[in-house]
T-cell receptor
Framework: ETGVTQTPRHLVMGMTNKKSLKCEQH?????MYWYKQSAKKPLELMFV???????ENNSVPSRFSPECPNSSHLFLHLHTLQPEDSALYLC??????????????FGQGTRLTVV | GENVEQHPSTLSVQEGDSAVIKCTYS??????FPWYKQELGKRPQLIID?????GEKKDQRIAVTLNKTAKHFSLHITETQPEDSAVYFC?????????????FGTGTLLAVQP
């Protein structure tokens, strides 16, 4: 266990459904990330939160909506997804400091299938 | 923004041989370069990292070198073993601004043949 927990581990949803992915970290980190992992782009940065404030939206479609209610929790709300959104969604956290990153710890990921 | 390129995409070596994976980055402001290993069905995990004030770092069978002038860095694995088989990702991170963010390369699938 790395201290980063993602739920659910697997999710199958229809294109008209609304679902949410959850990430929780117990490492006291101040930055959290969503990455998409697919065959085409193995580790694609989606969103970055630092001190609960979104500081990066890497040109992600609006059908993906992140939420960071506190420094330990991160959500990814999904609605009207497309089949090409099927992928492994990885959450990560790190302790950002002025002099640079520290190690990013990844969760196990949520395997999402859009049908 | 930062762009990280990684080569090769696949690498097959015989057990005991060395493996080298190379990455280049675009933003000269990047100053932190970690390497992650992802075994099949598992999460990426850090194996070694290097900061821009160091040219080389070694940890047992793995080493990383950094050439800031050329903006490239490499992972070296010596005496490879079957358990080294995995996907390896390099990354670059920029300090400063609102936060830091890790941009990953496209990964290298390493297969160590027994």
């Amino acid at each position: 266990e790395t201290g980063v927990t993602q739920t659910p581990r697997h999710l199958v949803m229809g294109m008209t459904n609304k679902k949410s992915l959850k990430c929780e970290q117990h490492l006291g980190h101040n930055a959290m990330y969503w990455y998409k992992q697919s065959a085409k782009k193995p580790l694609e940065l989606m969103f970055v939160y630092s001190l609960e404030e979104r500081v990066e939206n890497n040109s992600v479609p609006s059908r993906f909506s992140p939420e960071c209610p506190n420094s330990s929790h991160l959500f990814l709300h999904l609605h009207t997804l497309q089949p090409e959104d099927s992928a492994l969604y990885l959450c990560a956290s790190s302790q950002d400091q002025q002099w640079g990153n520290t190690e990013a710890f990844f969760g196990q990921g949520t395997r999402l299938t859009v049908v | 923004g930062e762009n990280v390129e990684q080569h090769p995409s696949t690498l097959s070596v015989q057990e005991g041989d060395s493996a080298v994976i190379k990455c280049t980055y675009s933003d000269s402001a990047s100053n932190y370069f970690p390497w992650y290993k992802q075994e099949l069905g598992k999460r990426p995990q850090l194996i070694i990292d290097i900061r821009s004030n160091v040219g080389e770092k070694k940890d047992q069978r793995i080493a990383v070198t950094l050439n800031k002038t050329a903006k490239h860095f490499s992972l070296h694995i010596t005496e490879t073993q079957p358990e080294d088989s995995a996907v390896y990702f390099c990354a670059a991170s920029i300090t400063g601004g609102a936060t830091n963010k890790l941009i990953f390369g496209t990964g290298t699938l390493l297969a160590v043949q027994p």
